[in-house]
């Protein structure tokens, strides 16, 4: 097994190996309250580009005192969070005319 490829056994109990995917970042990180925003840049087998995007939680833990991130929310974040969501979906709607224009241009 090379150093690159992760092993798995899929349901019929074949192993097979996956190739691990490079570390990359987000293409904007923006705030929306406590939620934070991370665009992404993702691409499909077949090479076609498409923007997503990902919600974090930010808190500080009331007993350690630390700064964390969560990707859990419960009635009580639903306004901060619906309003996320809606500016990740501009944010990915923007990018993904962007990617259009680009393509077109070339």
Request: aromatic share 8%; net charge positive; proline share 4%.
């Amino acid at each position: 097994m090379e150093p690159t490829q992760e092993r798995i056994v899929d349901s019929k109990n074949k192993t097979k190996f996956l190739k691990k995917p490079k570390a990359v970042e987000p293409t904007r990180v923006f705030m929306s309250g406590q939620i934070e925003i991370a665009l992404w840049l993702s691409q499909t087998a077949t090479g076609i580009t498409y923007p997503q995007f990902t919600l974090s939680r930010l808190f500080t833990s009331q007993s350690t005192g630390r700064k964390s991130a969560s990707r859990y929310y419960d009635d009580t974040n639903e306004a901060e969070l619906l309003e996320a969501v809606r500016k990740g979906a501009a944010a990915t709607r923007e990018l993904r005319e962007q990617l259009a224009s680009n393509r077109k241009a070339a």
